[in-house]
């Protein structure tokens, strides 16, 4: 069973998280709240989405799984206008989802989760450097990134707690410094490792410019970005695998 009534711009904004890296997945529709875990087919990003019922008009559930192609649904629900409301309802005969806004009917097969990849774990990883910055600022550090190369190093300096963004390309080099006092916040450790920078230029685009991003980094480790949205009843945390170097 399930039910629930929505924002369109809170549904797009959840639906835009998850597309970044997948093309379908498995929605697990608990009572408690609406989540969507799923790795790229390359298991180099992960994205992890909780929906809280507080971001719903109206939510019912009782903790079934469906599985849905994103490009489809994303292509209804762009047909909403940011203010309407969508209502979702799952036909369990039928096994389709019933979609309604603004006097538009949709009927969307669904996909048998069990031919959708598992949901990846969760990786116990104990970071030990922490950047809470905005969403401006990381966007603008990938933009300048992009500018010069197609990997981005994220890395901490512990002595003059600082937060760096660096890209080098084979002619030109770009860095941007983020000093504690120009983050929201900065627990300082040891961090320093290379990423793509296709996987992180798709990961921010979500990420509003207003957000705050709680980002995770160690020694070419995998860096975890935190953000929240739908008022903080909507969380996603984005996991990228590093590319480690050699010496």
């Given at each position: 069973?399930?039910?629930?009534?929505?924002?369109?711009?809170?549904?797009?904004?959840?639906?835009?998280?998850?597309?970044?890296?997948?093309?379908?997945?498995?929605?697990?529709?608990?009572?408690?709240?609406?989540?969507?875990?799923?790795?790229?087919?390359?298991?180099?990003?992960?994205?992890?989405?909780?929906?809280?019922?507080?971001?719903?008009?109206?939510?019912?559930?009782?903790?079934?799984?469906?599985?849905?192609?994103?490009?489809?649904?994303?292509?209804?629900?762009?047909?909403?206008?940011?203010?309407?409301?969508?209502?979702?309802?799952?036909?369990?005969?039928?096994?389709?989802?019933?979609?309604?806004?603004?006097?538009?009917?949709?009927?969307?097969?669904?996909?048998?989760?069990?031919?959708?990849?598992?949901?990846?774990?969760?990786?116990?990883?104990?970071?030990?450097?922490?950047?809470?910055?905005?969403?401006?600022?990381?966007?603008?550090?990938?933009?300048?990134?992009?500018?010069?190369?197609d990997h981005?190093?994220?890395?901490?300096?512990?002595?003059?707690?600082?937060?760096?963004?660096?890209?080098?390309?084979?002619?030109?080099?770009?860095?941007?410094?983020?000093?504690?006092?120009?983050?929201?916040?900065?627990?300082a450790g040891?961090?320093?490792?290379?990423?793509?920078?296709?996987?992180?230029?798709?990961?921010?685009?979500?990420?509003?410019?207003?957000?705050?991003?709680?980002?995770?980094?160690?020694?070419?480790?995998?860096?975890?970005?935190?953000?929240?949205?739908?008022?903080?009843?909507?969380?996603?945390?984005?996991?990228?695998?590093?590319?480690?170097?050699?010496?």
């Amino acid at each position: 069973m399930f039910k629930a009534a929505i924002g369109a711009s809170t549904l797009q904004d959840a639906l835009d998280s998850i597309s970044v890296l997948v093309d379908e997945c498995k929605f697990r529709l608990d009572d408690d709240q609406l989540g969507v875990r799923a790795v790229d087919p390359a298991n180099v990003g992960m994205v992890d989405l909780t929906l809280s019922p507080g971001a719903f008009e109206s939510y019912s559930a009782d903790g079934g799984v469906i599985g849905l192609n994103l490009s489809r649904f994303e292509d209804i629900v762009s047909m909403a206008n940011s203010g309407d409301i969508v209502h979702l309802e799952l036909d369990e005969e039928t096994r389709k989802l019933l979609i309604n806004f603004n006097g538009l009917s949709y009927t969307l097969a669904l996909i048998d989760p069990d031919s959708i990849r598992e949901e990846p774990d969760i990786p116990d990883l104990d970071l030990p450097g922490h950047v809470w910055l905005m969403g401006e600022d990381l966007s603008r550090g990938v933009k300048a990134a992009d500018m010069v190369s197609d990997h981005v190093r994220l890395r901490i300096n512990e002595q003059t707690e600082s937060f760096y963004i660096e890209a080098e390309g084979d002619t030109d080099d770009v860095d941007l410094e983020l000093t504690s006092e120009e983050l929201v916040d900065l627990d300082a450790g040891p961090a320093d490792s290379l990423f793509s920078l296709d996987y992180l230029k798709d990961m921010k685009k979500p990420i509003a410019s207003d957000a705050e991003v709680h980002v995770e980094v160690g020694e070419e480790f995998p860096t975890k970005l935190h953000y929240g949205f739908a008022e903080g009843e909507g969380e996603v945390t984005f996991m990228l695998a590093p590319r480690i170097t050699s010496d």
